[in-house]
């Protein structure tokens, strides 16, 4: 897997808890996770501890999917662990202002 960036995008998908797994097993190999318009509730909730310790992946897209605003707190901060992310979109969430400011001075580091 050397000098690859492997890809892994899921769309339209009912992540169940063994399906969030397998999606999670492949992190440490990992640059890009797409997740879109998917039941998320299952990969939501084992996701930031993994993020914690996944070195390599650098862009996280959780667009068009359920994630909402206690989910979005959890997994900010799990990134204050994490130095190799540097793009997260979850735009079309059901998000309020709430738990985006967390994510604010995180912004400004990478300024």
Do not use: W, Y
Not at 63 to 92: G, H, I
Request: charged share 25%; hydrophobic share 40%; with cysteine.
């Amino acid at each position: 897997m050397r000098g690859r960036q492997r890809k892994v995008k899921v769309d339209g998908f009912d992540l169940t808890k063994e399906h969030s797994l397998a999606v999670l097993s492949l992190l440490p190999e990992t640059r890009h996770l797409t997740i879109t318009r998917s039941n998320t509730r299952h990969i939501m909730a084992l996701l930031p501890s993994k993020l914690a310790t996944t070195v390599r992946l650098a862009a996280l897209d959780l667009t068009r999917n359920n994630v909402n605003d206690a989910e979005l707190e959890c997994l900010v901060n799990a990134l204050r662990q994490n130095d190799s992310l540097t793009s997260l979109k979850v735009k079309n969430n059901p998000i309020t202002q709430r738990s985006t400011l967390p994510c604010v001075p995180m912004m400004q580091a990478f300024a």
